[in-house]
């Protein structure tokens, strides 16, 4: 088993900064095997940790967007009619029966593989993952936990394929909707919280290594405290890189140097009209004389 | 105390383990004898003195929720290490146990066991409609239901009529929910052709698609999230409009439950509880200022800040029980109104006062609301309740 030490800096070569709890959390995850249930503020970074995963296991990222009337054939597989279609035509004038043209476009070959599927047939074991799991119907959250505890999927017309590896199942949830009980407990759970101002640093850094480190203090310390503020949508990771960035391209080398640039620049961490109209200059001078 | 989790011989810690686990069942968390097992040889591998290892691998192992999330460390500390364990094992003694002196009368319709005694309330007037008393021995069960039906709810003085009428507010809430989800089927005739079962049907005719089969996607049911008015001046509603509510909650596929004075506080969960004591001591604790007077505008900016996210989508239909008595600024109500408008589908809103004769929606609160709502309609019979049913139908 290796430590959780290892693991992180296997991430961090990946350019993900984890802390303790999330490392563990994975580590668990992929030494018991079983699915891994995020929940977090959208923006915390949920989505990274699966395509980090994914990095350091040096295997497929096979993703699967949830969202409200997603169905199995959309999820699991899908015949492709429209080849199926050509294929009966195509056979129309040799003389071959009804079953045998049958048993031939309901192949393998005849199949489009969605992520479920195309998740349990890889030869090496891939990253599995499940976003926004709170956006799909509770129906098929029900028949998610049936896969998700055999790993074998029924085609009516195929058969039953059952996994060749059993892939790394990370969920990510935004609580939208309560999660079934049932859901909970087959899987290991992490709330993941938005990074403290030393990780969110070194993310920072990670990220976007041209960037001066006094300029990158000050951004992770802005940051923390302009979430503490009363905001309907609280600044993101994505975000801060984003102003970052900004402020490296504006050539700004210290905060409080051009209050009117960072005053401009907002509108990388800002994304609703009530948040841009409630951090003031007065608001933005204050956070900025807190992370001086 | 020792810095490790404590593991003298190896047979106790078995015992120390289930101990944790039930210790956490009583905390309300999903967990039982399989999570027992994993529990074990997750502190079997990592080895038992590696005391942060294991409660961090611990909590990813048996939390399921943020709130348990939160809760985890504290528990841990509190069982492997006595901290604050007094107070957990006093509370173990007999968790569900309440004294029913300190359940406010209004909630005592939902006890199991009939213990809604003293319910004539003396506000309730005592002047019951000729219709309603008198002869009811006599009366057949079906027409006193239909007079309970057309009473204004605020004469039901009778403790029997308002069992009965209780009865019929959750019922009327049920059958509500059993009409509208009959819309959810397959139509015969749908928008989309279903090409996979037009092949199937069309290999004999060599692949020619003559049948067509199509497919509909079936309407997806309202979600109805509603507020109630518990202050003083609804008093004499509140206790059915609550059966009805819980008649939503329990029955509705799709619905969410809060109750609000001068404060708002979300009950879909207590109501949901099939443990009625323990529904009722939730309840309690959450009535708290009860019958006091009404704060709209600070209730609505709680739900908005705080419930909205997560509660409303856009199929939803949000439905206020008030009579608009409102204590606080009604320019504060209205924009917190305009908030949630952007976020539903419609708002309802039914006022019991609306049902009396020459009643006008005069209150300041009132109309500043009266623009931005869909539905404004009476609540003051049953009738008038199961009246809002085409509403919910209608998109």
Known sequence: ?292 | MTGTVQTSNPAPIAARVAGFIDHLRLNDFAVGPSETQAALKLIDRIGPLERDRVRQSLKTLLTGRHEEWERFDDLFEAYWFARGRERASAGKANPHRRSSATRPSIWSGQLPDGEASGMGDPGSGGSADDDLSGTSAERAVASRQNQLRKADLRHVADPDEIAEAERLAYRLAAAMRYRLSRRYRIANAGSKLDLRRTIRSNIAHGGEPITLVHKARPDRPVRIVVLLDVSGSMKLYSRFFLQFVKGLVCEWIDADAYLFHTRLIRVTDALQDRDSIKAMTRLALMADGFGGGTRLGDSLKVFNDRYARRALNSRTVFVILSDGYDTGSPEAMAAELKRLKKRVRRIVWLNPMLGWRDYEPVTRAMAQALPLIDHFAAANTLNSLGAIEDDLARM
């Open chain 1, 1 to 292: 088993m290796e430590t959780v030490a290892d693991l992180k800096n296997r991430l961090a070569a990946v350019h993900y900064v984890a802390d303790d709890t999330l490392a563990t959390a994975l580590q668990l995850a992929l030494t018991l095997k079983r699915p891994l249930l995020l929940e977090g503020e959208a923006g915390v970074g949920k989505t990274e940790i699966a395509k980090a995963l994914a990095g350091i296991l040096d295997t497929r990222l096979i993703r699967l967007q949830c969202y409200e009337g997603l169905d199995a054939n959309a999820a699991i597989y899908e015949w492709n009619y429209q080849r199926q279609l050509l294929a009966i035509k195509a056979s129309e004038h040799e003389q071959i029966g009804a079953a045998e043209i049958e048993k031939h476009i309901f192949s393998e070959d005849y199949l489009l593989r969605r992520p479920l599927l195309e998740a349990i047939s890889q030869d090496k074991a891939p990253v599995l993952l499940i976003d926004e799991i709170d956006r799909a119907d509770e129906e098929f959250e029900a028949y998610l936990l049936e896969i998700l505890s055999d790993f074998q999927i029924t085609i009516p017309e195929l058969g039953t394929v059952a996994a060749k590896t059993v892939p790394h199942v990370i969920l990510t949830s935004n609580g939208t909707r309560e999660l079934s009980d049932a859901l909970r407990r087959r899987c290991l759970y992490a709330y993941v919280e938005f990074p403290d101002p030393e990780r969110e640093l070194a993310i920072i850094l990670s990220h976007l290594p041209d960037i001066e480190e006094t300029l990158a203090v000050q951004v992770a310390r802005f940051v923390r405290e302009l979430r503490k503020e009363d905001l309907d949508k609280a600044p993101g990771i994505a975000e801060t890189l984003d102003w970052a960035a900004a402020l490296t391209g504006l050539g700004v080398r210290a905060l409080e140097h051009d209050l009117e640039t960072v005053q401009s620049s907002l509108i990388c961490l800002l994304k609703t009209e009530a948040d841009s109209r409630s951090v003031t200059k007065e608001v933005t001078s204050r956070l900025v004389g807190q992370a001086a």
